[in-house]
Nanobody, 120 residues
Framework: QVQLVESGGGLVQTGGSLRLSCAAS????????MAWYRQAPEKQRELVAA???????NYADAVKGRFTISRDNAKNTMYLEMNNLKPEDTAVYYC??????????????WGQGTQVTVSS
């Protein structure tokens, strides 16, 4: 059974920092493409950052230079380091894993989300 559990969200002032964690079980963060998404009120869920098994990264333009995605293979945990936070970063942040199956399909798994609120 695959489980993704996020933590680290909270309330922070503009310019502050937070580090989100996504602890995975049932899959390996090192052999699958992992990602962070976010969803603000009344907006669609959007990709924030992605990390492939070979450590290639992809960031949304809005967070480039401020956010860093990483993983700790030993802890089977993915992270999102967020610096210089802005009010527009306020959203629920979700951990995502895309796992290829032998059938050829790719299954997507999601965490429950963690709230990040940036006050102005």
């Amino acid at each position: 059974q695959v489980q993704l559990v996020e933590s680290g969200g909270g309330l922070v002032q503009t310019g502050g920092s937070l580090r989100l964690s996504c602890a995975a079980s049932g899959i390996s963060v090192s052999t699958n493409t992992m990602a962070w998404y976010r969803q603000a009120p009344e907006k669609q869920r959007e990709l924030v950052a992605a990390l492939s098994s070979v450590r290639m990264t992809n960031y949304a333009d809005a967070v480039k230079g401020r956010f860093t995605i990483s993983r700790d293979n030993a802890k089977n945990t993915m992270y999102l380091e967020m610096n210089n936070l802005k009010p527009e970063d306020t959203a629920v942040y979700y951990c995502n894993a895309n796992v290829p199956r032998l059938s050829g399909r790719t299954e997507a798994y999601w965490g429950q989300g963690t709230q990040v609120t940036v006050s102005s």
